[in-house]
């Protein structure tokens, strides 16, 4: 592949997150950043797909899936923010930085997601890329198959945590119905395993086993970094029942719930 297209995809990510930054400045909300997220690596993804002489199935196939990935996402999370003020992740940051927070969260949020926006859809890009093999192969439809195992995960797993949000009656409550009662996170084990349905799809193409990387990190960064991990430190100090409710469910990987346990509270 042409490193002039994989640097112009790098600089097209920053140049979004710094719109995104003055739009944030705007708005007095840096969590804007959140919406463009997805959005970003659907940019890559087709500019990609502009410039690169790639297999043309593929790489419709996999613009594609990032496509719908990447709105779903926007969507639903500017649906999930509505009425609401600055997610308290930037509020705590904000109030920790002082009147420095305007210009360094051009660099600690907004540049550092373009940046992870275009390390993570590597992969992408390269599959984009890949002249070979210049046909569908099996590993296409397992690729698409997962993945759309994963997008109907993270999308049943929001629908029903937004319809149990709505009842006033779970106000304080933890959520452990449907997917929740097999997993803590149906949301984010979605997301994973659609990073990894996009994977089997590069991996026949000459640089496909290396690209294992970006859904590794994704899954990293959905664990340890600014999904799961950081989460359940918030949920744990709001939610009083839900230090029951990792005792007897899976954090990631759906699994039968663990029986009951007296709550230490």
Sequence with gaps: MDPIVILGNLGAALALMTVVWLLSLKLRDASVVDVFWGLGIVLIAWLTVGRADGFPGRGLLLAGLVT????????????????????RRYAAMRAARGAAFWWQSLFTIFLL????QWLISLGVQLGIAAAAPPRWTAWDLAGAALWAAGFLFETVGDAQLARFKRDPANRGRVMDRG???????PNYFGEAVMWWGLFLIVLPTPYGPWTALCPALMTFFLLRVSGVTLLEQDLLARRPGYREYIARTSAFVPW????RVR???
């Excluded at 997917?179 to 996170?185: A, K, M, P, V």
């Design 68 to 87: 719908a990935w990447g709105l779903r996402l926007a969507l639903h999370i500017l649906w999930r923010r509505r009425g609401h003020g600055e997610d």
């Design 179 to 185: 997917l929740w009662r097999f997993t803590r996170h």
């Design 113 to 116: 997601q373009g940046f992870l």
């Design 263 to 265: 709550s230490e509270e």
């Design 256 to 259: 039968p719930p663990r029986r």
